[in-house]
């Protein structure tokens, strides 16, 4: 079955930067785009970026667009996404989502708490 396992969320200072990566199994990842998404309490979840199955084509929300660049192993069955320049309003709850033959698959989350 499909699994999304994300890493890397943590605390960290305005103008700080983490990276998150999404570790995908049960399906052939290489075939598929992959996204990052977002939510904070009481808000829908956003998009932040997506990235097509082989990497050629990224798209970013405008809000993150120059300070996060979405990237994919396929070797790895992984996806990441380095966040640069940090802002108190990219806290929030990071999810690594694909869609496959219809249905939508989500990973458990990783916590990304920008604060000083």
């Known amino acids: 079955q499909v699994q999304l396992v994300e890493s890397g969320g943590g605390l960290v200072q305005p103008g700080g930067s983490l990276r998150l990566s999404c570790a995908a199994s049960?399906?052939?990842?290489?075939?598929?785009?992959m996204s990052w998404y977002r939510q904070t309490p009481g808000k829908e979840r956003e998009l932040v970026a997506r990235i097509s199955s082989r990497g050629g084509t990224t798209e970013y929300t405008d809000s993150v667009k120059g300070r996060f660049t979405i990237s994919r192993d396929n070797a790895k069955n992984t996806v990441y996404l380095q966040m640069n320049s940090l802002k108190p309003e990219d806290s929030a709850i990071y999810y690594c989502?694909?869609?496959?033959?219809?249905?939508?698959?989500w990973g458990q989350g990783t916590q990304v708490t920008v604060s000083s």
């Open positions: 049960g399906f052939t990842f290489s075939t598929y785009r």
């Open positions: 989502n694909v869609v496959k033959t219809r249905s939508e698959y």
